[in-house]
Protein backbone atom coordinates (compact mmCIF):
# COMPACT_ATOMS: atom_id res chain seq x y z
CA UNK A 1 0.00 0.00 0.00
CA UNK A 2 0.86 3.58 -0.81
CA UNK A 3 0.60 6.69 1.24
CA UNK A 4 0.55 10.02 1.12
CA UNK A 5 0.04 12.76 4.22
CA UNK A 6 -1.70 15.99 3.79
CA UNK A 7 -3.31 18.33 6.21
CA UNK A 8 0.08 20.20 7.94
CA UNK A 9 0.73 23.23 8.80
CA UNK A 10 1.71 26.02 11.19
CA UNK A 11 -0.10 26.66 13.90
CA UNK A 12 -0.75 28.43 16.84
CA UNK A 13 -0.11 27.08 20.45
CA UNK A 14 -4.12 25.95 21.10
CA UNK A 15 -5.12 25.52 18.10
CA UNK A 16 -6.00 22.18 16.08
CA UNK A 17 -5.42 20.43 12.49
CA UNK A 18 -6.23 17.18 11.28
CA UNK A 19 -4.12 15.48 9.31
CA UNK A 20 -4.83 13.25 6.37
CA UNK A 21 -3.18 9.92 4.90
CA UNK A 22 -4.87 8.30 1.48
CA UNK A 23 -4.15 5.32 0.76
CA UNK A 24 -3.53 3.67 -2.45
CA UNK A 25 -4.82 -0.52 -3.23
CA UNK A 26 -7.47 -2.49 -2.49
CA UNK A 27 -6.31 -4.20 0.49
CA UNK A 28 -6.17 -1.15 3.13
CA UNK A 29 -8.63 -2.34 5.02
CA UNK A 30 -7.14 -4.87 6.00
CA UNK A 31 -3.98 -2.69 7.39
CA UNK A 32 -3.47 -1.01 10.73
CA UNK A 33 -2.35 1.94 10.60
CA UNK A 34 -0.90 4.81 12.61
CA UNK A 35 0.70 7.93 13.02
CA UNK A 36 4.73 8.25 14.00
CA UNK A 37 6.16 11.72 14.26
CA UNK A 38 10.08 13.11 14.09
CA UNK A 39 11.08 16.29 15.72
CA UNK A 40 14.55 17.50 14.98
CA UNK A 41 17.41 15.87 16.78
CA UNK A 42 14.61 13.38 18.23
CA UNK A 43 14.02 9.39 17.73
CA UNK A 44 10.92 8.90 15.78
CA UNK A 45 7.82 7.73 17.87
CA UNK A 46 4.32 6.50 17.75
CA UNK A 47 1.90 9.03 18.22
CA UNK A 48 -0.99 7.15 17.78
CA UNK A 49 -2.55 4.08 15.91
CA UNK A 50 -6.04 1.82 14.89
CA UNK A 51 -6.64 -1.89 13.89
CA UNK A 52 -7.89 -2.53 10.40
CA UNK A 53 -11.42 -2.37 11.79
CA UNK A 54 -10.81 1.21 13.82
CA UNK A 55 -12.03 -0.74 17.30
CA UNK A 56 -8.71 -0.78 18.44
CA UNK A 57 -6.85 2.77 19.56
CA UNK A 58 -3.82 3.26 20.67
CA UNK A 59 -1.94 6.43 22.00
CA UNK A 60 0.89 8.23 23.49
CA UNK A 61 0.45 9.22 26.92
CA UNK A 62 1.83 12.53 25.64
CA UNK A 63 -1.20 13.01 23.42
CA UNK A 64 -4.35 11.38 25.18
CA UNK A 65 -6.85 14.11 25.35
CA UNK A 66 -6.04 15.85 22.05
CA UNK A 67 -5.35 13.62 19.68
CA UNK A 68 -8.29 11.14 17.88
CA UNK A 69 -7.39 8.70 15.63
CA UNK A 70 -9.78 7.49 13.05
CA UNK A 71 -10.17 5.46 9.78
CA UNK A 72 -12.87 5.24 6.68
CA UNK A 73 -11.87 2.13 4.96
CA UNK A 74 -14.63 2.95 2.05
CA UNK A 75 -12.29 6.17 1.28
CA UNK A 76 -8.31 4.35 1.99
CA UNK A 77 -7.65 6.93 4.61
CA UNK A 78 -6.75 7.68 7.97
CA UNK A 79 -7.25 10.87 10.26
CA UNK A 80 -5.13 12.48 12.73
CA UNK A 81 -7.20 15.20 14.50
CA UNK A 82 -4.73 17.40 16.59
CA UNK A 83 -6.41 19.76 18.70
CA UNK A 84 -5.08 22.23 21.74
CA UNK A 85 -1.64 21.59 20.18
CA UNK A 86 1.60 22.37 22.08
CA UNK A 87 4.99 23.70 20.21
CA UNK A 88 6.26 20.28 21.49
CA UNK A 89 4.05 19.05 19.16
CA UNK A 90 6.27 20.41 16.37
CA UNK A 91 7.70 17.36 13.99
CA UNK A 92 7.60 15.60 10.64
CA UNK A 93 4.52 13.25 11.21
CA UNK A 94 4.37 9.93 9.09
CA UNK A 95 1.48 7.90 8.33
CA UNK A 96 2.66 3.96 8.46
CA UNK A 97 0.71 0.68 7.84
CA UNK A 98 0.97 -2.62 8.49
CA UNK A 99 -0.68 -5.70 8.66
CA UNK A 100 -0.40 -6.63 11.80
CA UNK A 101 -0.94 -3.77 14.68
CA UNK A 102 1.70 -4.84 16.90
CA UNK A 103 4.32 -4.26 14.73
CA UNK A 104 3.34 -0.46 14.83
CA UNK A 105 2.94 -0.69 18.75
CA UNK A 106 6.39 -2.22 18.93
CA UNK A 107 7.98 1.20 16.55
CA UNK A 108 9.72 -1.69 14.92
CA UNK A 109 11.80 -1.02 11.61
CA UNK A 110 9.73 -3.82 9.84
CA UNK A 111 7.00 -1.58 9.54
CA UNK A 112 5.36 -2.52 5.73
CA UNK A 113 4.84 1.52 4.38
CA UNK A 114 5.53 4.31 5.08
CA UNK A 115 4.16 8.16 3.90
CA UNK A 116 6.35 10.69 2.91
CA UNK A 117 5.89 13.04 5.95
CA UNK A 118 3.90 15.95 6.49
CA UNK A 119 5.10 18.96 9.04
CA UNK A 120 3.39 20.24 12.16
CA UNK A 121 4.55 23.26 13.30
CA UNK A 122 3.27 24.88 16.30
CA UNK A 123 4.28 28.27 17.24
CA UNK A 124 4.07 29.31 20.87
Known amino acids: VQLVESGGGLVQAGGSLRLSCAATGRTFSRYAMGWFRQAPGKERELVAA????????YYADSVKGRFTISRDNAKNTVYLQMNVLKPEDTAVYYC??????????????????WGQGTQVTVSS
Open 96 to 113: AADSKVGVLLSQSADVAS
Open 50 to 57: ISWSGAGT
